[in-house]
């Protein structure tokens, strides 16, 4: 079956799936949407023509909306998708619209369902080339729709409140607040809900945004009331969290606090006064006459066996204190950016020097030392040579 979405939009179907082709052309569209808005009263053709085409003659426009009739027929695959003759209107056995059951609901008493349909303004973003009347015909029946809308919030919004179903409620006037953010009763109607609901900060902070808002788009501020409704929020103790529940034990249940006085409770219904203890640091208290524990080999091996078993401490093993650690030895030498020592490559030896004389032909040696006139040099070890 086809539907047809007038809210947020213009758009048709068929079984979920968008149509495409001539039949989804934009002026046969809001052919469709002129036809929708009517209902069963229908919609006179010269009417369609001076909304549809305002410019052409009556000829042509006539001849412009016989055709448009026949294109969605037969794109749409229904012959009788709009019946009529002189006054035109569509067929709810092969086409529904989101239009006609928004206003039934509302009629009916269902506003949830009716909120629920309307999925934002009428015909939002369609407009119409060279057909001003569309165009404002457009803009009247999207006021009123929101209109109407807006109305159906305020009254779910004012039931939650009612029942006291204050996180409800919340959500109703936020939608109201989306849909007409500069309504000042619509802004004290959140900030009530929320502050009911224990949420005060966001009520202000709603405040907050709203007063920018009419400072940036009207340059004007707050109702008076609107501000004393904000500055009695701000002055409101913090609300204290619900109870928990009592009669029980559980995790949600308060504790009872512990005697401070020095006294014993009995569980009879009295109370007792503490053991006196001796001087001595024992308790003159009298001895038990029977041990608490009976002797190991008198239990039982059924109650042994039934007994969970206890598990003992383990007594924490001493962990040895960290030796300090052991002192580095002192760099010599070179060290390179990771302070490494490294051998000392340009440390010198000594050096030895060893003469020998060696006779050479025709020379005379001797081992006397030589004149004192002697240019040559003595050597070390006494040895000289000259020629």
Same mark, same amino acid.
């Given at each position: ?42 919609? !006179? ?85 060279? $057909? ?7 803009? +009247? ?27 409800? $409620? ?32 966001? $009520? ?11 400072? +940036? ?6 109702? =008076? ?54 001087? !001595? ?12 524990? =009976? ?71 001797? !081992? ?20």
């Amino acid at each position: 079956m086809l539907r047809l979405k007038t809210f947020g939009g213009l758009a048709i179907r068929r079984n979920g799936a968008p149509v495409e082709g001539a039949g989804a052309q934009r002026r046969r569209l809001a052919l469709l949407a002129l036809l929708a808005e009517a209902g069963e009263r229908g919609v !006179s053709r010269e009417r369609l023509l001076g909304l549809l085409w305002p410019d052409s003659d009556l000829e042509r426009g006539r001849k412009n909306l016989a055709q448009a009739v026949y294109a969605l027929r037969r794109d749409l695959g229904a012959d009788e998708l709009i019946t009529g003759t002189a006054d035109l209107r569509l067929n709810t056995d092969h086409i529904s619209s989101d239009l006609h059951d928004f206003r039934r609901a509302a009629a009916e008493g269902r506003l949830e369902d009716a909120v629920a349909l309307y999925e934002g303004p009428f015909l939002d973003g369609v407009y119409l080339d060279e $057909a001003p009347e569309f165009d404002r015909w457009a803009e +009247q029946e999207r006021n009123v729709l929101a209109h109407e809308y807006v109305a159906a919030l305020e009254q779910l919004a004012k039931r939650a409140t009612q029942a006291g179903d204050h996180r409800t $409620a919340v959500g109703h006037w936020r939608k109201l607040a989306n849909a007409d953010p500069l309504n000042a009763q619509v802004a004290a109607g959140l900030m009530q809900a929320l502050a009911a609901a224990g949420d005060r900060a966001a $009520a202000l902070q709603h405040y907050r945004v709203y007063e920018m808002l009419l400072r +940036q788009e009207l340059e004007i501020e707050p109702d =008076p009331k609107l501000k004393a409704l904000a500055d009695g929020l701000r002055k409101a103790p913090a609300t204290q969290p619900p109870p928990a529940p009592t009669g029980s034990r559980g995790a949600g249940a308060p504790l009872r606090p512990l005697d401070p006085s020095p006294h014993t409770a009995t569980g009879q219904g009295e109370i007792r006064e503490p053991t006196p203890v001796s001087p !001595s640091g024992r308790s003159n208290a009298p001895a038990l006459r029977e041990p608490l524990v =009976p002797p190991l080999e008198e239990i039982p091996a059924e109650t042994l066996r039934a007994t969970p078993a206890v598990a003992r401490p383990i007594k924490p093993t001493p962990v040895p204190a960290p030796k300090p650690p052991a002192p580095e030895p002192a760099l010599s030498g070179y060290t390179d950016e990771y302070a490494r020592p490294r051998p000392d490559t340009e440390r010198k030896l000594p050096v030895q020097t060893v003469t020998v004389a060696v006779p050479l032909p025709g020379s005379r040696c001797s !081992s006397a030392p030589p004149p004192a006139s002697a240019s040559d040099s003595a050597s070390p070890s006494g040895w000289c040579c000259w020629s």
